[in-house]
């Protein structure tokens, strides 16, 4: 009769395999999300680069048909539509080429000590036309300190200005936008924009400033990029600041930057 003499054992640790699998499982999940966020993205790009095209074009090839029957009126009115659309254009070009840059530390700053009031003035005056054409009434608080800053005075304005495009943009006809420079007690100055729009859901508050990224809870405020908000957020960092959004669905949205006070 044959007896064992040896007892072979073979353990699998299937724990481990379990755990590898999860994990590449979930990464395959994260990498289809992200390129279903960046093709949604290129395809709002597009949109976008096209409906100021569309613009350009067809009022500057109606100005080249018509040039000798229409009034001066009518020649100046196809004018301002397409240095409207160019400006639109050249607004989404300036976005996704500072995105690129800040994404690779390359942006380039021009730092300066000025008031921060100022460059609220001058950015509010530019966007006169902005406000009167949907008829906004600016109520802005002048600060009553010294609001000195360090900054790149155009960077800051281009936030500024990103912050009150989308103030505007989700503000109803007629309505009113609050802007106002406060100081904190943590020695900083605030700049804020408060409108009366539909307000942001606090899911996509969360994910605001996330690049590729576009709000969409109100379907007569959908499209869009998305961009300015990543570059506001990026410039802002570099200031050695913060940037932060309140909401309440159905009453409005106010936006808050806080930067250093310079000291006298």
Known sequence: TGAVRYVVEYIQDITKNKENKEMLELATQKSKAAQRIKSD???KIGHELKTPMIGILGFAKLGMERYKKNSKEKLKSYFSTIYESAEKLQ??????LDLSQLEVGNLGYD??????SMVTTIILNDMFTVFKDKSIKIKYTKPTFTDLVQMDVEKIGKVMKNLLLNAVKYSKKGSQIKVEIVQTTDNRVQFSVTDTGHGIPDDELESIFEKFKQGSSHEEFSGGTGLGLSVSHGIIEEHEGKIEFESIPGKGTRCTVMLPLETV
């Open 41 to 43: 993205f290129l395809s």
């Open 91 to 96: 607004g989404l070009l300036n976005n996704m």
């Open 111 to 116: 730092y300066q000590t000025e008031h921060l």
